[in-house]
DNA sequence: GCAGATATTGATCATTTGGTCAATAGAATC
DNA sequence: GATTCTATTGACCAAATGATCAATATCTGC
């Protein structure tokens, strides 16, 4: 029983295809973590042979690499859409912080913790997860820099600041992704610690409207 | 070549055995991750036939999160230990957040983090891994509660702040362990970030002697 | 020494993984 | 309608995983 008896794929492009493979991964990475990203998941997904996956792609270390920058990059880029709306830096770090940690990307965070611990064993994925850090840290850093030169932030290095900020933060989500189940809001302890990072009077980096 | 020729091993008590093969899985798992305590590994490791690991244990995700439980209560006893010969709570928060952050226990990070991942596909660990962070956090609040009896420490919640500072302590590492090669002290900023959260002047919690 | 108890092993199995390659089928072109 | 090009596939392979079980070797008690 069970045999779902897939029928031939119908032709694609290329390009079409290599897209449709990547989309496959994709949601599967989202719905099931980058562990569950392997040839047979992602041809059965895709409706396709799973000769056609090894087909369109050098090696399955280099699609589980692709994919994670695909769904990190794909966040990044939304943060920093919201936050081209927002007045000045003080605005946006509240608002960046409250955000992340609004338990909306649990299945992000997932990708996130799986690309930790395979990047031990995945060179490729290792150096993605790299840039994908380093591309955080500068969304915040900009933030930070902003808030430094209008007088609002006080630090000597907001580098710094900005790596403390996104590791703080990933240990949250990491920490809420396993302790499913609890309530506990995780973005209102945070805002003080940032304000004691940055030298600001508690509650500054409250929701405006609250 | 390199076939190890191994040779039989002396008889053990089943008692003696049982330890040396926990002993063996758990020095792997601190060399080369959980996810390298495999059933093969684990009785090369303890110079024993792969069969006789086998029948030690009830299945490999039981030993796998017994390895995890057995090296992260080795740390967590590690650190009671030390905040033990502390006069106060200043001074043991204060040494808690470094102590964690010193990166001299990145081998035990990488445990953690792959037991987040691996606790998605193995529901053993994934108990013993809330349990252990339970843990960790009951430490962290003992510290938090006796500086607020002591009026040193101002919050509301103190279970929450030291949910908060666990996470944020883990996203630390975590961080660390991706990004080596960077030198940026990790435990300096965030004194400041416990000082916003706990309500204390900056500075509060750096080291005496420095 | 001998015999029994049992710790240990080799052989073997079923699964799952990534990967290769000749063969096939279907769309596009002539 | 026939032919060519190529996207797609089935049939493999090697490696690694967890696990089982009858057979074996070795220690212990007599």
Redesign the pocket.
Same mark, same amino acid.
């Not at 897939?6 to 290329?14: D, E, K, L």
């Not at 990203?37 to 998941?41: E, F, G, I, K, P």
């Not at 409706?47 to 056609?52: D, E, S, Y």
């Not at 090894?54 to 270390?61: E, F, G, Q």
């Given at each position: 029983m069970s045999t779902p008896t897939?029928?031939? $794929?119908? #032709?694609?492009?290329?390009a079409e #295809?290599a897209l449709s493979i990547a989309n496959a991964a994709r949601a599967l990475a989202l719905e099931e973590g980058l562990a569950a990203?392997?040839? #047979? %998941?992602v041809a059965a997904r895709a409706?396709? $042979?799973? %000769?056609?996956v %090894?087909?369109?792609?050098?090696?399955?270390?280099v699609l589980i690499a692709r994919t994670f920058a695909s769904v990190v990059s794909a966040e990044v880029a939304e943060i920093e859409a919201l936050l081209d709306g927002l007045p000045g830096p003080r605005e946006q770090l509240g608002m960046l912080v409250r955000t992340i940690l609004d338990g909306s990307r649990d299945d992000v965070t997932l990708v996130w913790v799986e690309a930790w611990a395979l990047g031990r064993r995945n060179e490729t994925l290792a150096v993605e997860v790299r840039a994908q850090m380093d591309a955080w840290q500068g969304v915040i850093q900009d933030v930070i820099s902003a808030g430094v030169d209008a007088g609002e932030f006080e630090t000597e290095d907001p580098a710094a600041v900005a790596w403390q900020l996104l590791g703080m933060v990933d240990g949250l989500n990491a920490q809420a992704l396993v302790r499913w189940g609890d309530t506990t809001d995780r973005g209102s302890l945070i805002s003080h610690a940032v304000e004691g990072m940055l030298g600001l009077p508690r509650g500054a980096l409250d929701a405006p409207g609250a």
């Open positions: 897939r029928q031939r $794929a119908t #032709r694609m492009s290329p #295809r990203v392997t040839l #047979r %998941a409706g396709v $042979a799973p %000769a056609l %090894a087909h369109y792609v050098p090696s399955m270390d």
